[in-house]
């Protein structure tokens, strides 16, 4: 599986780039967000549900940037 996607990223080195760029600025920031130091938690099972937590509120705040607050609850309320 690894020969099969290094001869892919070969073929195609700008791919990588793209996925870099497209992944890498809701880490940042959601880092930035959490102030760029450290969970507030300790073991693997919280520190995974503070990141859920993260990216949920991540993806609400897009959510509502792209089609309005008025938009985003009558959907939720039908």
Known sequence: ML???????????????????TVEHPFATIKAWMGATHFLTRTLGRVSTEMSLHILAYNMKRVINIVGINRLLSTIAT
């Not at 990223?9 to 793209?18: G, R, T, V, W």
């Open 3 to 21: 020969d099969d996607m290094r001869a892919r990223l070969e073929q195609a080195p700008e791919s990588m780039k793209i996925r870099r760029q």
